[in-house]
């Protein structure tokens, strides 16, 4: 809706509501820059006729997706350091091959191909890195998300092995 009528009440589409909302809700707490009770989340729900069942059940998705949005962004960080850790073997052995071709032959001659074809590899592997889109990127969440929940089984189940031989 782009102009108000005098003449007649708006109308609003659920989506439109909830945008509206969401806008005045961040307007007030810049304002008075505030975090808001559960407490005030109910009387906020019941205001708008939200029954309580339907505001845990809203809750519960949101922590979900705010746990899922946590271990994606521990998993870009597991990346980036994997990335900085290869980019750095790539720039100290490149360095050292370019100094040792440099010193030993007066010029640089066969350490620039090592330099170029490794350094399309680096690229690639940037790229992949920090390409947090598509289905490459999903699937490679997917494998890291799992041998995540597998290694904290794997320590859950040791840790209380051990605590039960301790006793």
Same mark, same amino acid.
């Given at each position: 809706? *782009?102009?108000?009528?005098? +003449?007649?009440?708006?109308?609003? @589409? ?6 509206? =909302? ?16 559960y407490e005030q989340l109910l009387e906020i729900a019941a205001e708008l006729e939200i029954s309580p069942e339907m ?24 990346? *980036?350091?994997?990335?900085? +850790?290869?980019?750095?073997?790539? @720039? ?6 370019? =100094? ?20 399309l590899g680096i690229g690639l592997d940037a790229w992949n890195t920090f390409q947090t889109k598509g289905e490459e ?31």
């Amino acid at each position: 809706m *782009t102009a108000f009528d005098a +003449k007649s009440t708006p109308s609003y @589409s659920q989506e439109d509501v909830q945008q509206i =909302l969401k806008l005045a809700i961040a307007h007030q707490s810049k304002d008075q820059e505030k975090e808001f009770s559960y407490e005030q989340l109910l009387e906020i729900a019941a205001e708008l006729e939200i029954s309580p069942e339907m505001l845990k059940l809203a809750e519960r998705d949101w922590q979900v997706a705010q746990g899922e949005i946590q271990q994606r962004q521990a998993f870009n960080a597991y990346r *980036t350091e994997r990335f900085k +850790k290869r980019f750095g073997k790539f @720039s100290i052995v490149n360095g050292v091959l370019l =100094l040792v071709d440099l010193v030993g032959g007066g010029g640089l001659s066969w350490s620039l191909y090592i330099l170029l074809f490794w350094g399309l590899g680096i690229g690639l592997d940037a790229w992949n890195t920090f390409q947090t889109k598509g289905e490459e990127y999903e699937i490679a969440f997917q494998n890291w998300y799992r041998k995540h929940q597998l290694k904290q089984t794997f320590n859950r189940v040791v840790n209380k092995f051990l605590n039960a031989w301790q006793s």
